[in-house]
T-cell receptor
Framework: GAVVSQHPSWVICKSGTSVKIECRSLDFQATTMFWYRQFPKQSLMLMATSNEGSKATYEQGVEKDKFLINHASLTLSTLTVTSAHPEDSSFYIC????????????FGPGTRLTVL | GENVEQHPSTLSVQEGDSAVIKCTYSDSASNYFPWYKQELGKRPQLIIDIRSNVGEKKDQRIAVTLNKTAKHFSLHITETQPEDSAVYFCAASRETSGSRLTFGEGTQLTVNP
């Protein structure tokens, strides 16, 4: 069964609004979670590493003030897309790691964001 | 940083044939190489992985080989079935760095009945 959940599975919003996406690690305390973005027919691009109790580490080119990440507990990380624009429309996927003592990553089901 | 190249970008085979997808990586310190299968609109699913202390790993119809000297690894699917049709991604990481994965560009595999 699924070990990582995401909510919502899809969202449509107006340009300029903010959208929050939740990623939950089920039955496991994940100190590290990852956020990816995937455009149609493209690969997964790592946006940031979410560390429980500390600031997220963002990849080069990803605006930390636009993509706010909060990892306040060992089972929940949130990504907030602030002042969303149509170019932010994408498939956002999170993952957790270190499950079972290995560094294997397990992915959430993804959130399809459409900004009008 | 790590760079992972994946070939081919598309692969079409007849049901029952074998499919091979190849990846090369640039960081000689990478030591963990997972393969993910992603169906349209769904999450990537781990199908097999290999660590640098082994050269080959097999799980039923799926196998992965690793050549650390040449810095390449391959996914082999035998006796392909239509349900194997999906996009396959290879990835590489240094496990000591907290599993920061670098993905290949993906291969769209189509298995024709």
């Amino acid at each position: 069964g699924a070990v990582v959940s995401q909510h919502p599975s899809w969202v449509i919003c107006k340009s300029g609004t903010s959208v929050k996406i939740e990623c939950r690690s089920l039955d496991f305390q994940a100190t590290t979670m990852f956020w990816y973005r995937q455009f149609p027919k493209q690969s997964l691009m790592l946006m940031a590493t979410s560390n429980e109790g500390s600031k997220a580490t963002y990849e080069q080119g990803v605006e930390k003030d636009k993509f706010l990440i909060n990892h306040a507990s060992l089972t929940l990380s949130t990504l907030t897309v602030t002042s969303a624009h149509p170019e932010d429309s994408s498939f956002y996927i999170c993952s957790d790691t270190t499950r079972g003592g290995t560094d294997t990553q397990y992915f959430g089901p993804g959130t399809r964001l459409t900004v009008l | 940083g790590e760079n992972v190249e994946q070939h081919p970008s598309t692969l079409s085979v007849q049901e029952g044939d074998s499919a091979v997808i190849k990846c090369t990586y640039s960081d000689s310190a990478s030591n963990y190489f997972p393969w993910y299968k992603q169906e349209l609109g769904k999450r990537p699913q781990l199908i097999i992985d290999i660590r640098s202390n082994v050269g080959e790993k097999k799980d039923q119809r799926i196998a992965v080989t690793l050549n650390k000297t040449a810095k390449h690894f391959s996914l082999h699917i035998t006796e392909t079935q239509p349900e194997d049709s999906a996009v396959y991604f290879c990835a590489a990481s240094r496990e000591t760095s907290g599993s920061r994965l670098t993905f290949g560009e993906g291969t769209q595999l189509t298995v024709n009945p």
